[in-house]
């Protein structure tokens, strides 16, 4: 079995940001170009790209754009044929709400607080149970979007819950190992392995866990490099994030 059919060897990125080359551009701003270009041409808005045909080269005959293939990486090996496989933590069982919740659709009826905790599915026969390390997926909050609670909570002045609540809710996770592929951005290597999952998004890690990847992005384009919470913290009177 060669590498690039042995999917032991195969890490796929189903993003538009991780294609190797590609300008760093995040999702909000290659969406604006699309509607300022489609504006500026057309005097209205992005139209559904066409599916057909599928083609590369006639597609560009046309001036269509090209279909979105995912990127795919070979992961590094230890000499053998089996891939590198991470040292895992122990996984430390999870915050478990003491009554059952009702799903919301009235924002108003939303609690003060937005409190996260990590929700548990139900296993497939013969499979473990998924982690899903997503507020949208709480019963409480799966009416809505991450920009719907994000505005309602900036709206009431919850940018962070408090401390008290944050350390009574949530069980501290273990130390993660940290991977950094060497062919990506110091944005795009950032992940987190905790237990069994591999958590893709640079909000994940302690540094950065304080803003959403929207702020360390505005944070980034008006200092002209990453900075860490603490530092968007410290020098916001330079920023001007909030």
Same mark, same amino acid.
């Given at each position: #079995?060669?590498? +690039?059919?042995?999917? $032991?060897?195969?890490?796929? &990125? #189903?993003?538009? #940001? ?12 290659? $969406? ?10 057309? /005097?209205?808005?992005? %139209?559904?790209?066409? %599916? ?10 046309? /001036? ?11 992961? @590094?090996?230890?000499?053998?044929? %089996? ?12 915050? $478990? ?7 919301? @659709? ?9 409190? &996260?905790?990590?929700? *548990?599915?139900?296993?497939?026969? /013969? ?22 609670? $994000?505005?309602? @909570? ?21 130390? @993660? ?8 951005? *110091?944005? %795009? ?9 591999? &958590? ?23 200092? /002209?490099?990453?900075? +860490? ?11 001007? #994030?909030?």
């Amino acid at each position: #079995m060669s590498v +690039t059919t042995d999917p $032991r060897r195969r890490e796929t &990125f #189903m993003g538009l #940001m991780t294609k190797a080359g590609e300008p760093d551009l995040s999702y909000e701003e290659v $969406r604006f170009k699309d509607y300022l270009h489609a504006y500026q041409t057309t /005097g209205r808005g992005p %139209q559904p790209c066409p %599916q057909q045909p599928t083609d590369p080269h006639e597609r560009k005959a046309r /001036g269509l754009p090209p279909l979105f293939e995912p990127h795919i990486e070979i992961i @590094a090996t230890n000499g053998s044929n %089996q891939p590198v496989v991470p040292i895992v933590p122990p996984v430390l069982p999870l915050f $478990r709400s003491p009554s059952p919740v009702t799903v919301v @659709a009235d924002p108003e009826s939303l609690p003060e607080t937005q409190i &996260f905790q990590p929700t *548990t599915g139900k296993p497939e026969p /013969g499979s473990s149970p998924e982690t899903f390390q997503s507020i949208v997926y709480q019963t409480l909050y799966s009416n809505f979007s991450f920009e719907e609670l $994000r505005c309602l @909570a900036y709206r009431k002045g919850k940018k962070e819950a408090p401390e008290a609540i944050t350390s009574q809710a949530l069980v501290v996770a273990p130390p @993660a190992l940290l991977i950094s592929p060497p062919s990506l951005s *110091t944005s %795009q290597q950032l992940s987190l392995t905790s237990g069994n999952e591999s &958590f893709q998004a640079i909000s994940c890690l302690p540094p950065y866990a304080k803003h959403s990847p929207e702020e360390l992005r505005i944070a980034y384009i008006r200092a /002209g490099r990453e900075l +860490t919470s603490e530092e968007i913290i410290a020098q916001n009177a330079i920023l001007k #994030m909030f």
